[in-house]
T-cell receptor
Framework: AQSVSQHNHHVILSEAASLELGCNYS??????LFWYVQYPGQHLQLLLK??????LVKGIKGFEAEFIKSKFSFNLRKPSVQWSDTAEYFC????????????FGIGTKLQVIP | DTAVSQTPKYLVTQMGNDKSIKCEQN?????MYWYKQDSKKFLKIMFS???????INETVPNRFSPKSPDKAHLNLHINSLELGDSAVYFC??????????????FGPGTRLTVL
């Protein structure tokens, strides 16, 4: 069975600081990877996704993530955070075969202080 | 032009009652999902339907019964509500077929509070 672990449950940063949120998954086969964001009181929205090709993927709002297969990792990064980035961030993995069961990590709450 | 919509947005009810949450998507997707997000924000899949057929059924009490009248709708009926059912329930949809990298589009959520 696939699983996802997010190491940082609550991150507090000042504006303009750099961000890196860790995500590791466990699954023996080929996977597709996602980062979703949930702003306060809102639904989940896709930030970026990886399914093949260049392991460095760029998403919306200046976010990027790097897939490192040997480390089973898909860390999310942003060089300079803004107050509006305050949200909950979820890493998710989907096995590339069969039906589309997506497993989400427990989420990381990011708080950006002005 | 909401992509995935849910009703109601808020639902407050007494223990033991039966309630339903409705979900509709206008994206032309053929796969729909129900997720439960608990108070700690943990998001767990409950059910998934593909073309009205149940394809994922996680360990969920029998009191929860999904119904998909057509591929654009997936409703969730809950019998004999319990305090532990209090959560935010999210509906989502995606394309299926061989493109397993397709993202899921989420609805706004239904906050269920059981008193």
């Amino acid at each position: 069975a696939q699983s996802v672990s997010q190491h940082n449950h609550h991150v507090i940063l000042s504006e303009a600081a750099s961000l890196e949120l860790g995500c590791n998954y466990s699954y023996g086969g080929t996977v597709n990877l996602f980062w979703y964001v949930q702003y306060p009181g809102q639904h989940l929205q896709l930030l970026l996704k990886y399914f093949s090709g260049d392991p460095l993927v760029k998403g919306i709002k200046g976010f990027e993530a790097e897939f490192i297969k040997s480390k089973f990792s898909f860390n999310l990064r942003k060089p300079s955070v803004q107050w509006s980035d305050t949200a909950e961030y979820f890493c998710a993995v989907k096995n590339s075969g069969g039906y589309q069961k997506v497993t989400f990590g427990i989420g990381t709450k990011l708080q950006v202080i002005p | 032009d909401t992509a995935v919509s849910q009703t109601p947005k808020y639902l407050v009810t007494q223990m033991g009652n039966d309630k339903s949450i409705k979900c509709e998507q206008n994206l032309g997707h053929d796969t729909m999902y129900w997720y439960k997000q608990d108070s700690k924000k943990f998001l767990k899949i409950m059910f998934s339907y593909n073309n009205k057929e149940l394809i994922i059924n996680e360990t969920v009490p029998n009191r929860f019964s999904p119904k998909s009248p057509d591929k654009a709708h997936l409703n969730l009926h809950i019998n004999s509500l319990e305090l532990g059912d209090s959560a935010v329930y999210f509906c989502a949809s995606s394309e299926s077929g061989g493109r397993s990298y397709n993202e899921q589009f989420f609805g706004p959520g239904t906050r269920l509070t059981v008193l």
